[in-house]
């Protein structure tokens, strides 16, 4: 398909979640395509992902710049460069400050193991647990300077169950956030999805229905 969207996929570790965006990119309808993957991590499994792939896999390792806006700016020159329209956080642990969000003005994602506003920041799923919350998942969002604060675009939902530990319940998060994430993916890059005035605004229309951010199985 051409025209596709190229998206550009920073990641700091296992990249299932950029796994999945690979996935859904190797589909031939799939609106996007990765142009290239980013870590700040030059051992993140995430960059194996992306090579067996064949995608650009480039690391950028923060601690080697001089300061925050030095690593900021190689990130958009290697973004820049590759042709990236679209920014997808997937497992980046490094907060982006408004420099590099200039530079791509409500086109950043990210995915988090909560349900926002909920736990932001580490370990989603351990606060989850010790709140002894019942209902625990996914968001993806715009990202603004904040620590997981920005608009927020579709969530999913998983129960926590009696006996869960940490492991278990990120299990459960996470295959759903690998459903999540490509989904978001499409309905942004066609333009069904978009942030307006700091809001999160869908196209009206028969193929973009409410319907299609629900959980399956969801009574509409
Ligand atoms: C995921 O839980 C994601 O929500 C969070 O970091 C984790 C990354 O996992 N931001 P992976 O590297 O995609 O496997």
């Keep these: 398909m051409s025209g596709r969207t190229k998206l550009g996929v920073l990641v700091s570790g296992s990249g299932s979640n950029l796994q999945a965006l690979l996935d859904a990119c190797a589909r031939p309808d799939f609106p996007a395509e990765v142009a290239v993957v980013v870590s700040n991590v030059g051992t993140a499994f995430a960059l194996e992902?992306?090579?067996?792939?064949?995608?650009?896999?480039?690391?950028?390792?923060?601690?080697?710049?001089?300061?925050?806006?030095?690593?900021?700016?190689?990130?958009v020159d290697t973004l820049v460069s590759a042709g990236v329209e679209w920014v997808c956080l997937a497992g980046f642990m490094r907060l982006l400050g408004t420099d590099f969000l200039g530079h791509f003005p409500g086109k950043v994602l990210n995915i988090h193991p909560s349900l926002l506003p909920a736990f932001p920041g580490l370990h989603a799923q351990r606060q989850a647990l010790e709140r002894g919350v019942k209902l625990a998942g996914c968001t993806v969002h715009f990202v603004d300077p904040g620590m997981d604060t920005g608009p927020i675009i579709a969530q999913a939902v998983v129960p926590v169950l009696p006996g869960d530990d940490e492991a278990a319940l990120t299990a459960r998060i996470l295959k759903e956030e690998h459903r999540l994430y490509p989904l978001v993916v499409k309905l942004v890059s066609t333009g069904a999805v978009r942030l307006e005035g700091g809001r999160v605004v869908t196209a009206a229309g028969p193929a973009m229905g409410e319907q299609s951010l629900r959980n399956p199985g969801e009574p509409g």
Excluded: I, T, Y
């Design 49 to 75: 992902r992306a090579k067996k792939a064949g995608v650009a896999a480039v690391v950028l390792d923060h601690k080697a710049f001089g300061s925050r806006a030095d690593f900021e700016k190689a990130l």
